[in-house]
């Protein structure tokens, strides 16, 4: 058997070639491109993208369904304090935590604050509220009666906290990790995909929303280990959890996302929902999911389920920028706050919840 002829071709040989300048820049352009549209999804292939965040909201248009009242300004960060029977608001200029009567909205103190909070949680533990001051690079534990109980110095920019029993965790924005909190110190810190945002927790696990990463990524509450990771859509920004379903506002993707969680989180439902949605607060006990909308100054709500199917129920006019949503557990009225200067906040309670 005759071997085959050698294999030529017309095309010019690369060698003896001139590599000028522009060659070579475009030579290179080429492989980056190459090499992004065949990324294997790590954060190191990816390059930092532009976190979601609200919609500039418009002029009312409609007046708001609840009760209002003037508070400071920009009030941003809600959370209840069970112990003191209060709701507990972030201000800024000057930045302060403002605690309010739920039914009333009248305030009965406020705590000066080191740096403005954009998310506050509450640790029924120390029985004081949770304040990432983020550009203090501190969390603080406050109370209506003491004030300021402690000050932690954790990782740049803490933006959001979320606690189990003892425990907090910390989502340090530009440290790019999570701070583990206990007994009043640092007591680890855990790695975190491209500027983590939203964190909460689901069961046994801590979820943490990576706003620049573009994912879901899961802890071991207990062994504080990394579990897995998921895609959470074009640009998720809040995540708030019920047992271990996780919701996500896709903010920059108009849609809320489900996610079972677990060793491997994956996403069981989606609800489309126009309108950049934003803050996110769960009732717990009436199995419903609120949801604001940044871009028309409204206010969703879903009936959730076991198996993460979310049906839309009503919608509601807001004050202006309502970007933090939370429920008055008791009773089950949602209280919204509008970040505008002066700010307000709005009380509404909807079918079946207690006036």
Request: aromatic content about 4%; proline content about 9%.
């Amino acid at each position: 058997m005759k071997p085959a002829p050698p294999v030529t071709s017309t095309r010019p040989s690369i060698v003896g070639r001139i590599w000028t300048p522009a060659i070579l820049t475009a030579l290179a352009a080429a492989a980056t491109a190459l090499l992004g549209g065949c990324g294997d999804g790590s954060d190191a292939a990816k390059k930092p993208r532009r976190a979601a965040e609200p919609a500039d909201s418009p002029p009312l248009h409609a007046q708001p369904a609840g009760t209002t009242a003037k508070i400071g300004n920009q009030p941003e960060g809600l959370v209840f304090d069970s112990a003191a029977g209060l709701l507990a608001v972030g201000l800024r200029e000057p930045d302060r935590l403002a605690f309010v009567e739920p039914r009333s909205l009248a305030t009965r103190r406020e705590v000066a604050l080191p740096a403005a909070a954009r998310h506050l949680a509450y640790s029924p533990a120390e029985a004081a509220v949770v304040v990432p001051a983020e550009s203090a690079n501190e969390v603080l534990a406050v109370s209506p009666g003491a004030g300021i109980l402690s000050r932690l110095a954790v990782g740049r920019h803490p933006h959001d906290a979320a606690v189990l029993g003892a425990t907090t965790f910390v989502a340090d924005e530009h440290s790019d990790q999570v701070s583990v909190l206990r007994k009043r110190a640092l007591d680890a810190t855990l790695p975190a995909p491209h500027q983590p945002g939203g964190i909460a927790i689901a069961g046994p696990y801590v979820v943490l929303v990576a706003v620049s990463a573009r994912v879901l990524r899961v802890y071991d509450a207990g062994g504080l280990r990394v579990l897995g990771t998921a895609r959470a859509g074009v640009g998720p920004s809040h995540v708030v959890a019920d047992g271990t379903l996780a919701y996500v506002a896709d903010t920059q993707g108009d849609a809320i996302r489900v996610f079972r969680i677990g060793v491997r989180p994956r996403e069981v439902a989606e609800a489309p929902l126009p309108g950049t949605p934003y803050g996110l607060a769960v009732d717990r006990r009436r199995h419903r999911l609120w949801v604001t909308l940044t871009a028309g100054n409204r206010l969703a709500e879903y009936a959730t389920s076991p198996a993460g199917a979310l049906r839309r129920i009503a919608g509601y006019p807001t004050v202006r920028q309502p970007n933090s949503v939370e429920v008055e557990p008791r009773s089950g009225a949602v209280l919204v706050a509008g970040r505008t200067s002066p700010g307000e906040i709005e009380r509404i309670v909807p079918s079946g919840a207690a006036r």
